[in-house]
């Protein structure tokens, strides 16, 4: 994983050097191909060539695939379950998916905001040992709830730790707003709180993806809150989508995860 994260930065970047790489990476050769394979691609036949995946899925998105495998490899010993990081791959997927069919000019810097909208967990439990049993009580919590409750026990939050994460790492600096202002996606996305449309374009993409996401994996299931269906529509309505076609779409959508889970 160190020589593919050093080999990342090389501006001349090979696939062929690249693909031979993921292959000695037993973890990352596994994700990539479940990433490529999943749903979402909408492929007519499954992947099992690394050389064909990294194609398909595009250098960028391949590259934030790795960072966010580095992400999970530097925090391996911090006690999450496994569908922690299954969720955050679907809800990376799910981004990119809507990104690409609401035609949106950052649908790579989709999939890596939903890639890493929830690293800052990880590192939180790791730099506070008493964040593990907060996280288990309240991590259920409305994001903006949440957020207020961490502030309140630890005087820093989840999203703003994932914001510094993706900027220690030069990650663009869109990806590290959209993880910063979950907590505020209402006002961002209505207007009272003034970002670049690049940054309002992911954090809406994620909204409405995290959406599509906690009505499949139990993971990510949270309380409702009046606050969270008002930002769900914000987005909807910033992103100029009905209800009725966003309903439509996710129930599509959760359909299709389902028969894939089924096969």
């Known amino acids: ?110 999939y890596t905001s939903g890639m890493l909208h929830n690293a800052g967990v990880a590192i939180m439990i790791q730099s506070l040992p008493e964040y593990k049993t907060f996280f288990d009580t309240h991590g259920k919590q409305p994001t903006h709830e949440l957020c207020a409750l961490e502030r309140q026990h630890f005087s820093t939050d989840h999203f703003f730790q994932g914001a510094m994460l993706t900027k220690k790492w030069f990650m663009p600096g869109e990806v590290a707003l959209s993880i910063r202002y979950q907590p505020i996606a209402h006002s961002v996305l209505t207007g009272k709180k003034t970002l670049p449309t690049s940054v309002a374009d992911l954090l809406a993409i994620l909204v409405l993806a995290k959406s599509i996401s906690q009505e499949y994996q139990n993971y990510w299931k949270v309380e409702k809150s009046d606050l969270e269906q008002r930002t769900l529509l914000a987005a909807l309505d910033y992103l100029e989508i009905h209800e009725v076609e966003f309903n439509e779409l996710r129930e599509d ?11």
Do not use: H
Not at 91 to 105: E, G, M, Q, T
Not at 253 to 262: G, I, K, R
């Open 1 to 110: 994983m160190l020589e593919l994260t050093q080999l990342m930065k090389d501006d001349d970047l090979e696939l062929t050097r690249l693909a031979a790489l993921i292959k000695q990476d037993v973890a990352l050769y596994s994700a990539l191909l479940a990433a490529v394979n999943s749903p979402w691609m909408g492929l007519p036949e499954s992947v099992d060539c690394i050389e064909n995946a990294v194609t398909i899925m595009g250098m960028s998105k391949v590259v934030s695939l790795i960072q966010a495998m580095t992400v999970r490899t530097t925090f391996k010993n911090v006690p999450l379950l496994e569908s922690f990081w299954e969720s955050a791959a679907e809800v990376a997927s799910i981004s990119d998916f809507l990104a690409k069919r609401y035609r949106l000019p950052n649908a790579d810097q989709a």
């Open 253 to 263: 959508l959760l359909e299709s995860m389902s028969n894939s889970a089924v096969a």
